[in-house]
């Protein structure tokens, strides 16, 4: 049960019985067949903690588990949409960039400034992006939104990538994460962009950056 790009802004899934999805509430733009949508306050198979976690993010409406038989559109707002299919591997998404995902994969909350120490904090602050991510383990597909369309970047050990992180999606693999600036306290204030601010991302796998800073 994968998910099939229909244009640049929608994806279709299948729903088979015993299986099911979990997406962004708001994100069925249409269906067919005998499909059930239902508030997941559990947060996905994150349990309670995953829920907690999304609710500290600003993320006050749950997940929705999606089951049935049938097939059902996604998209959201108009954002543009990417497929990314795991294999075993750790993918990291920006909690509000997260579309939906198959009920194969592990998922829980994660703090994305975790090892960068209080830049995490700044981050949150001054760029206005959440301070969560969302994990997914497993195999499986995941859909993201992004503004302009998603461009993938492969990291490489020795090779760090810097991004900005309005500009940041979404990251998988082996990869540590550190949250820096480029400026002084007294300079950062009132700045969010990515001359000011940068996510360093190190080791073995890749991340996926928007064309657009604008947050969803």
Do not use: C
Not at 115 to 136: I, K, S
Request: net charge neutral.
């Amino acid at each position: 049960m994968a998910f099939r790009q229909l244009n640049g802004k929608l994806v279709e899934a299948r729903v088979l019985p015993g299986q099911r999805l979990f997406s962004q509430r708001g994100a069925m733009i249409a269906y067919t067949g005998d499909v059930r949508f239902t508030p997941n306050i559990t947060g996905g198979q994150g349990g309670v903690m995953s829920m907690i976690g999304r609710r500290v993010a600003n993320e006050d409406t749950p997940l929705m588990t999606v089951e049935g038989q049938g097939t059902v559109m996604f998209g959201h707002g108009g954002h543009h949409v990417h497929v990314i299919d795991l294999t075993g591997d750790t993918l990291f998404v920006e909690a509000d960039r997260l579309l939906a995902f198959e009920g194969s994969l592990r998922q829980s909350t994660t703090f994305l400034g975790a090892q960068g120490g209080v830049m995490g904090v700044v981050r949150g602050q001054a760029t206005g992006q959440g301070l969560f991510t969302t994990r997914l383990d497993g195999h499986g597909a995941v859909a993201v939104m992004a503004h302009g369309g998603v461009f993938e970047l492969p990291i490489v050990p020795g090779q760090p990538v810097h991004v900005d992180p309005q500009a940041y999606v979404a990251h998988r693999g082996e990869v540590r994460n550190r949250l820096s600036t480029a400026l002084g306290w007294r300079e950062f204030i009132g700045r969010g962009s990515g001359e000011a601010f940068q996510l360093e991302l190190d080791g073995h796998g890749a991340v996926y950056v928007q064309a657009s800073e604008e947050k969803l």
